[in-house]
Structures are given as C-alpha cells and as structure tokens.
C-alpha cells in the first residue's frame, strides 16, 4: 500500500553508480528531496527520464536532489542489474543518482507499484507529492508539469496545489 | 487477413496501441479479423514467445520484427520510434507497413 502525504522518507542506504553508498543522511541539507521508483528496461521509464534529467538539473541550484532508485528483480529482468544501470546512465547523462535497491526494502517502503513513481519530500523530509512526472509520456503532448508545480510550491514554502497524481508506468518487478 | 493482438494487462500500454491499430486499419480501409488475446502468466508468456505488452501480429508475424526475439515475459514491451525514441506501442509506421 502507497505511503500517506506527510509520512517521513524512507530511511535507505544503497550502492550508487560512483561505487558508493548513499542514505537519506546524504541528502541532508536538500531543500528538497525527489526520490524515483525506476528501473532501466520500462519503455515508460526511457520515454521520461530525459525530462527527469532536466529537472535535475533546473532544480539543483535551488537545493534539490533527484534520486532514482531502482528496485526491480535483475534475476528475472537482467536489463535492470546493477552492470546495466551503470551502462544506461552513462550512455544517457543522467543527472541525477541512481541507487540499486536490491533487498527492494524502499520499494516495499515506498508502497511503489509503477515505474517511474515520484515521491516528493519538504525540507522535513515529509512527503508532499506523489505520483507522475507530468501528464503525458509524450513529452510533445505534456499540459500538466505536477513534478515542477510540486517542487515550484515546496520551494516557496507551500503545499502543492496538486499533490497526488496517477503513476502511469510498468509494474516493479517483485521477487 | 488475421491479427493477433496480445497483451498483459499490467500494462497500461494496450488501449492505445488497440486504438492506434483500429485507426490504421480504418484509415487504410482494412478489414481483418482482429484476435485479443490476454496472456496471465510468465509460463503463458514463454508459450506464446510473448516477448511483452503489447504484441502484435499480423498473419503470424510480428509488426516489429526485431523485438520479436526478446526473452518472453510479462513486461511492457519496447517500441522504437522513427526519430529513435523509445515507446511503449508500435509506431503507426510499423504498423502501417506490416499491414501494407
């Protein structure tokens, strides 16, 4: 079952691409905190993971992180190992870090069932939006930019006026 | 002419491909037999060499190919678009030209 807005961010701590860990604590100081369920095979993934670099980047200088974490079954999807994370960010310059949730204890934390899902937390580390990207995988077609308007209101010191949306996605490939 | 439409339903990919292949067909004046067929199970998959959702075929082959030879499974299924991008339905250029 999905996380509640307000709930606390999922304490984690996962091998990142750079051959280290990263937990919650390396965020602190974020003013916000953007944590992805995602994975590397999904066709919906592929279709918004440019624009998620995008943000990444659009936002870093305001005090957000991105982190994508992906938590998929690599024994049955070996497009999702860790090997294949590696190759798929460099090859596509992702801007943001990207974390190998073997045990799949954030997914199951997170309640995630799609990828992408977004989860988006405060300075206090409370979630305040969760759901899709934008409005359309079709990034020519997009009208509704819920990712940006969330980190647009949580950086003024507001709720998002829109807070929970539908993730449209593949399923997490469970063990 | 016969076209197998398969998919899963843990994708959510499949009304639009249905919907893009209807308008193809309809725009190109075709009639064909369109057959839907749900696929449930991993082993189902693997017997239907369904390499994920959704798959089309028209007279038995694939609309895409390529992506035929992929390990069957229960996933969405990649597309790639003419300008490279990756989708989750076939272009309506693929299907255009395995209707053709």
């Not at chain 2, 030879?69 to 255009?96: F, H, K, M, N, W």
């Amino acid at each position: 079952m999905t996380v509640a807005l307000g709930t606390d961010a999922p304490q984690f701590d996962l091998p990142g691409l750079n051959g280290q860990n990263h937990s919650l604590d390396s965020y602190t100081g974020a003013e916000a905190l953007v944590l992805v369920q995602s994975c590397n095979h999904c066709p919906y993934v592929q279709a918004w993971e440019d624009r998620l670099s995008a943000i990444a980047r659009d936002y870093e200088g305001r005090g957000v992180r991105v982190v994508a974490v992906n938590s998929n079954d690599a024994e049955n999807y070996p497009e999702d190992s860790f090997e294949e994370m590696q190759a798929r960010a460099t090859a596509r310059g992702f801007a943001f870090d990207y974390l190998y949730d073997e045990p799949q204890a954030v997914a199951r934390e997170l309640g995630a069932e799609r990828t992408p899902e977004v989860f988006v937390y405060d300075r206090d580390r409370r979630l305040v939006y969760h759901g899709a990207i934008d409005d359309s995988r079709d990034e020519t077609a997009v009208s509704q930019q819920y990712l940006r308007d969330a980190l647009d209101a949580v950086l003024g010191g507001e709720e998002p006026a829109v807070s929970e949306t539908p993730a449209v996605g593949c399923t997490v490939k469970w063990k | 002419m016969r076209i197998d439409f398969l998919f899963w339903r843990g994708c959510p990919s499949h009304p639009e491909a249905r919907e893009l292949l209807d308008d193809v067909l309809a725009a190109r004046g075709i009639e064909a037999e369109v057959v839907e067929q749900e696929v449930f199970s991993e082993e189902e998959a693997r017997e239907l060499a369904f390499p994920g959702s959704p798959t089309v075929r028209v007279d038995g082959r694939d609309v895409d190919p390529e992506g035929a030879s992929a390990r069957p499974a229960l996933t969405c299924r990649i597309y790639y678009l003419p300008d490279g991008r990756s989708s989750p339905v076939p272009s309506r250029r693929q299907l255009e030209e395995a209707l053709a």
